[in-house]
């Protein structure tokens, strides 16, 4: 089995652990949950909004360099996994930060990794 099939069930079974868990914890999830679902995405549509882009995406999927940052920020696992340690420490409910772990691991299975400086995929 190739290092990138590994990768990807790796990822695949994050994904739907986190859904599973979310399951179980559904009544605790609340709307921050879907934001947070929906939200690594987000930073491609308020990155324009920022000011001037150099363009859209182009038909060969490389992001607007100016877009990187922002893209590579809301796609890291260390921001809601620190946010998950933050949350238990201080006695708050972490589920909704599920969310956010699905939407990530689901993006690495399906092969969307973090960008390089390019606006390429830099990581599997």
Known sequence: ????????????????????????????LGILFWVLLVAPD?????????????????????????????????????????LWVAAVLAGVAPWPLLG???HISADRALGFGLRGPDGGQALI
């Open 1 to 28: 089995m190739s290092a990138r099939a590994i990768h990807v069930v790796e990822y695949a079974v994050l994904a739907i652990g986190c859904a599973g868990l979310a399951y179980v914890q559904r009544d605790q």
């Open 42 to 82: 987000l930073g491609l549509v308020i990155a324009p909004a920022l000011g001037p882009m150099p363009g859209p995406m182009s038909r060969d999927g490389l992001l607007p360099p100016r877009a990187v940052p922002i893209y590579n920020a809301f796609h890291t696992l260390t921001v809601p996994v620190l």
């Open 100 to 102: 956010w772990l699905i």
